[in-house]
């Protein structure tokens, strides 16, 4: 990882963006020790310009920035760091600095997606996946309408709480038979733009 210090007098922005969600947290500045910190650490450690001094978030009030992925921009002068909030990233409680509630679940989905993934390519017995994996496509897809009939059985009633429960369970095999057949949810998603521009 090569950066330009140079151009901001020794210090680079570093903008923090939630590695599950996207939803970028906050901005700080690092300069070469700054970032040296938070990669021994693996928490987000900024030089504090009215400190003057390393700071790292969360040291008083315990909400730190787990690093997840450290990424520098072509122009090689500013880094996003994708880390794991550990609570409210702003001191004024808020979720973010810009006032944004950080709760796009629907991003969660590209986080359980690797998941499933990893359990697919480096399975371990204590595994649920690892396990519908190693039992062969017929069992996956077999799992995927056994969840099918279970969701229209409970949208007949008013059971809430157990419909989102088959709706959750239904969305993971569906995920899992994807990754079995190796196909992508992007490839999905691209044959419903393709039928909505139609």
């Not at 995920?175 to 139609?198: F, Q, T, Y």
Request: hydrophobic share 35%; aromatic share 8%.
């Amino acid at each position: 990882m090569t950066l330009d210090f140079s151009k901001g007098d020794g210090l680079v922005p570093a903008i923090i963006q939630d590695y599950a969600t996207g939803k970028v947290l906050m901005l700080g500045y690092m300069n070469e020790e700054a970032l040296a910190v938070t990669k021994e650490k693996g928490l987000v450690t900024f030089f504090s310009r009215t400190k003057n001094r390393l700071w790292t978030k969360g040291e008083t009030s315990e909400n730190y920035l787990k690093v997840k992925d450290i990424l520098v921009d072509c122009d090689q002068d500013a880094l996003l760091v994708k880390a794991e909030p550990m609570g409210p990233t702003c001191h004024t409680g808020a979720d973010t600095c810009f006032k944004e509630k950080n709760d796009s679940r629907t991003l969660f989905i590209d986080h359980l997606r690797a998941v499933i993934k990893d359990r697919k390519e480096n399975p371990n017995d204590e595994s649920y996946t690892a396990s519908l994996f190693k039992k062969g496509i017929n069992k996956v897809a077999q799992k995927v309408g056994e969840e099918a009939v279970e969701i229209v059985i409970e949208a007949k009633d008013n059971d809430y709480e157990l419909f989102r429960n088959e709706a959750a369970d239904l969305l993971y095999h569906y995920l899992v038979l994807l990754e079995a057949k190796e196909i992508s949810l992007d490839e999905v998603v691209e044959v419903l733009e393709g039928r909505h521009k139609k």
